[in-house]
T-cell receptor, first 114, second 114 residues
């Protein structure tokens, strides 16, 4: 049972570097999400997608880009990393946008920008 | 605006103790309310939910009652086990909105001593 898989689990970036957090799900879910969690704070939505080829901004999209070329994959791109992007990142997916449906989360990716 | 406030952790209890993790919310109308749990090394998973006032969500011995009059959704368990050690997140979904609008609390870390 793979579910939602995100890589890498841990990464240290230097200021100004770029990287991609990979996320893939094997449940054929239409909806996918990227969240970030800063210390002592709740999860905040960065971007989400309602299907292949469709993405939309969440609450905190600045400094990030996403694409959704397939149902399975939803990579998150960080351009010109900044210390403010030090956080834990969670990818998630669900069958529909109904909040009553279970949202499945990945294990998280710890990113430090120095 | 909409928000969720949950008690700060960490919370440390002995096995078989009674557990309460407080969660209060601010929202217009009747949001749906959720508790998510994150076990060590795993992603968040839905623990229980309630969609209208006075509903009680329950799962794995945990319960939470949707209290409109006190705007609360406290998580309780009568007798905790070591395996309950995890981070617990309270969350709400505003009325009529999609999963992309779910608001998460900051999480409460629970540790159970044998």
């Amino acid at each position: 049972n793979a579910g939602v898989t995100q890589t890498p689990k841990f990464r240290i970036l230097k200021i100004g570097q770029s990287m991609t957090l990979q996320c893939t799900q094997d449940m054929n879910h239409n909806y996918m999400y990227w969240y970030r969690q800063d210390p002592g704070m709740g999860l905040k939505l960065i971007y989400y997608s309602v299907g292949a080829g469709i993405t939309d901004k969440g609450e905190v999209p600045n400094g990030y880009n996403v694409s959704r070329s397939t149902t399975e994959d939803f990579p998150l791109r960080l351009e010109l990393a900044a210390p403010s992007q030090t956080s834990v990142y969670f990818c998630a997916s669900s069958t529909t946008g109904d909040p009553g449906n279970t949202i499945y989360f990945g294990e998280g990716s710890w990113l430090t920008v120095v | 605006g909409n928000s969720v406030t949950q008690m700060e952790g960490p919370v440390t209890l002995s096995e078989e103790a009674f557990l309460t993790i407080n969660c209060t919310y601010t929202a217009t109308g009747y949001p749906s309310l959720f508790w998510y749990v994150q076990y060590p090394g795993e992603g968040l998973q839905l623990l229980l939910k309630a969609t209208k006032a006075d509903d009680k969500g329950s799962n794995k011995g945990f319960e939470a009652t949707y209290r409109k009059e006190t705007t609360s959704f406290h998580l309780e368990k009568g007798s905790v086990q070591v395996s309950d050690s995890a981070v617990y997140f309270c969350a709400l979904s505003p009325p009529g909105s999609s999963a992309s609008k779910i608001i998460f609390g900051s999480g409460t870390r629970l540790s159970i001593r044998p």
